[in-house]
Nanobody, 127 residues
Framework: QVQLVESGGGLVQPGGSLRLSCAVS????????MSWFRQPTGKEREFVAA????????IYADSVKGRFTISGDNAKNTVYLQMNSLKPEDTAVYYC????????????????????WGQGTQVTVTS
């Protein structure tokens, strides 16, 4: 059984930083693509970042490029999202997702590429 548990969300002021963690059980990072999506209140879920660690592929949404960094620790089977220079528009519930196989790079921004999802962690950016 695959389980993803996110942590690290919270309340932060604009310009601040947070690091989200996604602990994965039942699936190894070596054979999966991992991603972060977010869903602001009242809006659709949107892609944030993805990593295919075994193949060295990392992609970001344009809205977070240069501010967010996705990484993975194979030993801990954990994926991270380091978020810097946070803006109010980054406020959302952030979800971690894992693929079943290894999807092609072009499909990584699509939610349909991922079979397993965490419960989400709230990130609120406000002064």
């Amino acid at each position: 059984q695959v389980q993803l548990v996110e942590s690290g969300g919270g309340l932060v002021q604009p310009g601040g930083s947070l690091r989200l963690s996604c602990a994965v059980s039942g699936r190894t990072l070596r054979t999966a693509a991992m991603s972060w999506f977010r869903q602001p209140t009242g809006k659709e879920r949107e892609f944030v970042a993805a990593i295919r660690k075994s193949l060295g592929n990392i992609i970001y949404a344009d809205s977070v490029k240069g501010r967010f960094t996705i990484s993975g620790d194979n030993a801990k089977n954990t994926v991270y999202l380091q978020m810097n220079s946070l803006k109010p528009e980054d406020t959302a519930v952030y979800y971690c997702a894992a693929s079943d196989g290894l999807p092609i790079v072009s499909s990584l921004p699509s939610a349909s590429a991922y079979k397993f999802w965490g419960q989400g962690t709230q990130v609120t950016v406000t002064s």
